[in-house]
């Protein structure tokens, strides 16, 4: 009966697992609220979700703000250009809505440019703030290496923006009819995105000539 409540139960580790997830969601959805913090929120959701959830280093709130304090500027930053994308988008659908309505053909002209403002900031965000989350670069430079990546993996891109969209609507409804559900989808969506995402980061990761040893740097993101 004892090893049902040891610490390396399968079933508690795997709670426990469940609970920082939660956590994690936790921590994000607070830290949004000011909604000029997404960004760093973004960025410290997944830098902690795969250091200490799935490599099993250092502690959840630690590593959180860590990564908040240290990508705060450039996240904020970034938080304020999707912002006005945002804005731009919708002030181009409500324009183009209002033209379809008067048989005008000019929105057909619209209707393109808009659909490639949408792509590329759905195509780029879904890789800006895991990107800010591990490598250090200007803004301009963030921007340029996310949209390389989702064009170089354009089969993984379209199934990041397919569960983004999945889990902005999910987030949505679950306010309404469903609210436990809105501290787990953040975390879920994380994890489920951090898989693939790190198989392509380990593509620009530069090659180290000495093992983690020799140097006495622990190199988690390359396990």
């Known amino acids: 009966m004892s090893g049902f409540f040891s610490s390396d139960n399968k ?18 959805l607070v830290l949004c609220i000011p909604v000029i913090t997404i960004g760093p929120a973004s960025s410290a959701i997944y830098y902690a979700m795969v250091k200490v959830i ?25 938080t304020l250009i999707y912002g ?9 659908l409500r324009y183009m809505l209002d033209l379809a309505k008067e048989g005008s053909k000019v929105g057909s002209m619209m209707l393109g440019a ?25 803004v301009k430079d963030l921007f340029k290496m996310s949209f390389y990546m989702s064009i170089k993996h354009i089969g993984w891109t379209v199934l990041f923006a397919a569960l ?26 994380t994890l489920l995105v951090s898989f693939p995402m790190e198989h ?24």
């Open 164 to 189: 983004f969209i999945g889990t902005a609507i999910m987030l949505f409804f679950s306010f309404f009819y469903m609210p436990p559900l809105i501290v787990f989808l953040p975390g879920l969506y």
């Open 11 to 28: 079933f508690f580790i795997l709670m426990s697992k469940i609970f920082d997830l939660m956590m994690l969601g936790l921590l994000w």
């Open 114 to 138: 808009f659909l490639v403002l949408v792509i590329f900031a759905i195509f780029t965000v879904v890789y800006m703030f895991p990107v800010l989350s591990r490598f250090t670069m200007s």
């Open 54 to 78: 799935r490599r099993e280093r250092s502690y959840l709130f630690k590593e959180f703000f860590r990564s908040f304090k240290l990508n705060f500027k450039q996240g904020a930053i970034l």
């Open 200 to 223: 392509i980061f380990k593509k620009y990761m530069p090659v180290e000539e000495e093992s983690d040893e020799e140097s006495g740097i622990d190199r988690w993101y390359n396990e």
């Open 84 to 92: 006005i994308m945002a804005a731009v988008i919708y002030v181009d």
